[in-house]
């Protein structure tokens, strides 16, 4: 069972303001990922980071940006919050679990973020 | 890039089977397989590698066709906490260690 930790759960905003989603874990993985969806659809990773200092783009174009000073912390920064910006935003850490270098991810519980 | 997932959702009724399938484009070197409840996170369920064996997590199991760069999710005697959407993510070979997902199999599991 993993520990990752995400802050806040459920957050109502309106349009223009600055938000950072907080996502931690005490694993000590290196990898960690974030991934936005709408209610019953499919996952869009929107950023990942390979350890300290390093991230990069997801697949789905994203507005927001994100930081990794430490190994166990991956937030998540919108500037400018917009309607646009309403879903829900997962993140996960994956390490390596086999003896062929296959790694599993573990999620994260999710921010259920609403722009009015 | 995105796997494709068949079928969009099924309608089970408890204790009959049911087949998933994922497939993509790209040689692929691992699928991996999430199922996700209602307002949940996806949980891990089981990772299948090229050249790896069929693997089993209770009594769902799951296979990997390489040359077909495709994966079956096998749902034996289906259980009400079946009940979810199954999602494939699929790594490609280069190991980028990226994992893409597909749209998803909603599981309805009948009484």
């Known amino acids: 069972e993993a520990d990752i930790y995400q802050t806040p759960r459920y957050l109502v905003i309106g349009t223009g303001k600055k938000i950072t989603l907080e996502c931690s874990q005490t694993m000590g993985h290196d990898k960690m990922y974030w991934y936005q969806q709408d209610p019953g659809m499919e996952l869009h990773l929107i950023h990942y980071?390979?350890?300290?200092?390093?991230?990069e783009k997801g697949d789905l174009s994203s507005e927001s940006t994100v930081s990794r000073i430490r190994t166990e912390h991956f937030p998540l920064t919108l500037e400018s919050a917009r309607p646009s910006h309403t879903s829900q935003y997962l993140c996960a850490s994956s390490e390596y679990t086999g003896t062929s270098g296959e790694h599993t991810q573990y999620f994260g519980p999710g921010t259920r973020l609403t722009v009015l | 890039q995105q796997p494709v997932q068949s079928p969009q959702a099924v309608i089970l009724r408890e204790g009959e089977d049911a087949v998933i399938n994922c497939s993509s484009s790209k040689a692929l070197y691992s699928v991996h397989w999430y199922r996700q409840k209602h307002g949940e996170a996806p949980v891990f369920l089981m990772i299948?590698?090229?050249?790896?064996e069929q693997m089993r997590h209770e009594k769902i199991s799951a296979s990997f066709n390489e040359k077909k760069q495709q994966s079956s999710l096998y749902l034996t005697a289906s259980q009400l906490s079946y009940s979810g959407t199954y999602f494939c993510g699929t790594e490609v070979e280069g190991r980028d260690d990226k994992i893409i997902f597909g749209k998803g199999t909603r599981l309805h599991i009948l009484p």
């Open positions: 980071s390979y350890g300290v200092n390093s991230t």
């Open positions: 299948l590698l090229k050249g790896g």
